[in-house]
């Protein structure tokens, strides 16, 4: 009887990954300007002005 005798591990695989397939990039490819409101265009000026921040660096 050791120490950790009780502290076995019962899941498959406790630092599973997300698989690959089921990760998404982000970009919304969907986006329809005409159905839009000032909130998803406000939204995507964000987004846009964030992309180019990041890009500087």
């Keep these: 009887m050791g120490r950790d005798e ?3 591990n019962t899941t498959r695989n406790p630092l599973a990954q997300t698989p690959k397939m ?3 990039d982000g970009i919304d490819v969907e986006f329809s300007n005409e159905f839009a409101d000032t909130d998803d265009l406000e939204a995507k000026e964000r987004s846009e ?3 180019k921040r990041a890009k500087k660096r």
Excluded: G
């Design 49 to 51: 002005r964030a992309d």
């Design 22 to 24: 089921e990760k998404t």
């Design 6 to 8: 009780h502290k076995k």
